[in-house]
């Protein structure tokens, strides 16, 4: 499985633009890049997801580098709701077995 | 949608006891997966089935852990017998198959062994 590589922990301003790092510099080429987060006490939510192209939908923007080794997630207008830990993952698929592998994740501590 | 459905909520139970953790999957999905959290392990995955046929149980930590799907729209996750190091958050999730930006997690159940 390619492993991935996030800060521990970040901090934003509310308002600002937040900006997740991700390494996953042994991606394979059919492994796609997927972003989950988990708000305190829920279940992980599902954020957005690439293969190589610059993605966008209306939660967040995901930039992926061109070689693939590394990813940014990018949360526009960051607020106190987006207070989580964000988890980078790489889908592994194995003789079928199709899992989502989370990590330990980067905690997001938006302040007023 | 209602979403993903898990009970109960919170259960605390004595050691030694069966515990039987349920979950009711999103209509259409194929695809559901039983996870644990815990503050030093994080969220691991137990166990996850395809059209209700186990897939990969290779997380599950013992002989002690089972799960079953008797039908789309029902799972359990059963401890016997229960010890304080199963006290965990466990979820469910589902998800259309071969899709994983498709997950879609239950509240989950909080789960204490005393």
């Known amino acids: 499985d390619a492993k991935t590589t996030q800060p521990t922990s970040m901090d934003c301003a509310e308002g600002r633009a937040a900006n997740l790092p991700c390494n996953h510099s042994?991606?394979?080429?059919?492994?796609?890049v997927y972003w989950y987060r988990q708000i305190h006490s829920q279940g992980p939510q599902y954020i957005i997801h690439?293969?190589?192209n610059n993605e966008t939908n209306e939660m967040a923007s995901l930039i992926i580098t061109e070689d693939r080794k590394s990813s940014t997630l990018i949360l526009p207008h960051a607020t106190l709701r987006d207070t989580a830990v964000y988890y980078c993952i790489v889908r592994s698929r194995q003789g079928g077995s199709e899992k989502l592998v989370f990590g330990k994740g980067t905690k997001l501590t938006v302040n007023p | 949608d209602a979403g993903v459905i898990q009970s109960p909520r919170h259960e605390v139970t004595e050691m030694g006891q069966e515990v039987t953790l349920r979950c009711k999957p999103i209509s259409g999905h194929n695809s559901l997966f039983w996870y644990r959290q815990t503050m030093m392990r994080g969220l691991e995955l137990l166990i996850y089935?395809?059209?209700?046929?186990?897939?990969?149980d290779s997380g599950m930590p013992e002989d002690r852990f089972s799960a079953k799907m008797p039908n789309a729209s029902f799972s359990t996750l059963k401890i016997q017998p229960s010890e304080p190091r199963d006290s965990a958050v466990y979820f469910c999730?589902?998800?259309?198959?071969?899709?994983?930006?498709?997950?879609?997690f239950g509240s989950g159940t909080r789960l204490t062994v005393v």
């Open positions: 690439g293969l190589k």
């Open positions: 089935f395809n059209n209700n046929v186990p897939i990969d």
């Open positions: 999730a589902s998800s259309p198959r071969g899709r994983g930006y498709g997950y879609t």
């Open positions: 042994t991606i394979s080429g059919n492994e796609y």
